[in-house]
């Protein structure tokens, strides 16, 4: 079975200051990793992904990504906060096979960036 | 994402109430999944579906429902709600690539049902 965890239910940030929201995950064989972001009152928005190739992605808003085979982490990290940014992320996970797996997402973590 | 459609947006319904959720998307992926959110658990996939035959169930399937009525349509029904199905509704559609696995999926707007 695939299963992500999410450690930290909220994340506190200083707008300005860089951002790191937790992700680890389990699944058989190599990963499919997604970010979500979740505004309120809206439904999930895609922001980044890693399928394959280099270690560090890079996605919408500025987010970025890094995917860390050994450790089975997948952080997400912007280098500088906006208030903007508050909001519920969500980590998900699927397994590369045949394709018939859905994602599986985490718990979420809602980031507060203070002014 | 406006290319997914969710009707209706809030529904209050009671105990024993068959209730229906429905699902449009202009976007022409083949891939349609229903999930539902409750607070601290993130979100839960009910059902899935890959192509109009091909009907699958999440891991949270009992006391739901599924229609996939065309590829651009995709139902989620309670037969007979009871008050822990209160919850906030999604759903989502993904595109057909080698790597199914891989592909983004867009979600809807989101459906908030409260069962009395």
């Known amino acids: 079975a695939q299963s992500v965890a999410q450690p930290e239910d909220q994340v506190n940030v200083a707008e300005g200051n860089p951002l790191t929201v937790k992700c680890t995950y389990s699944v058989s064989g190599n990963p499919y990793l997604f970010w979500y972001v979740q505004y309120p009152n809206r439904g999930l928005q895609f922001l980044l992904k890693?399928?394959?190739?280099?270690?560090l992605v890079k996605g919408s808003y500025g987010f970025e990504a890094e995917f860390n085979k050994s450790q089975t982490s997948f952080h997400l990290k912007k280098p500088s906060a906006l208030v903007s940014d508050s909001a519920l992320y969500f980590c998900a996970v699927s397994a590369m096979d045949t394709g018939r797996r859905a994602l599986t997402f985490g718990s979420g973590t809602r980031l507060q960036v203070q002014p | 994402d406006a290319d997914v459609t969710q009707t209706p947006r809030n529904r209050i319904t009671k105990t024993g109430k068959r209730i229906m959720l429905e699902c449009s998307q202009t976007k022409g992926h083949d891939r349609m999944y229903w999930y539902r959110q409750d607070p601290g658990l993130g979100l839960r996939l009910i059902y899935y579906?890959?192509?109009?035959?091909?009907?699958n169930k999440g891991e949270i399937s009992d006391g739901y429902s599924v229609s996939r009525q065309a590829q651009a349509k995709f139902s989620l029904s309670l037969e007979s709600a009871i008050p822990n199905q209160t919850a906030l509704y999604f759903c989502?559609?993904?595109?057909?690539?080698?790597?199914?696995?891989?592909?983004?999926?867009?979600f809807g707007p989101g459906t908030r049902l409260t069962v009395l």
């Open positions: 989502a559609t993904s595109g057909h690539g080698t790597s199914g696995g891989a592909d983004t999926q867009y």
């Open positions: 579906s890959f192509d109009v035959k091909d009907i």
């Open positions: 890693y399928i394959t190739g280099d270690n």
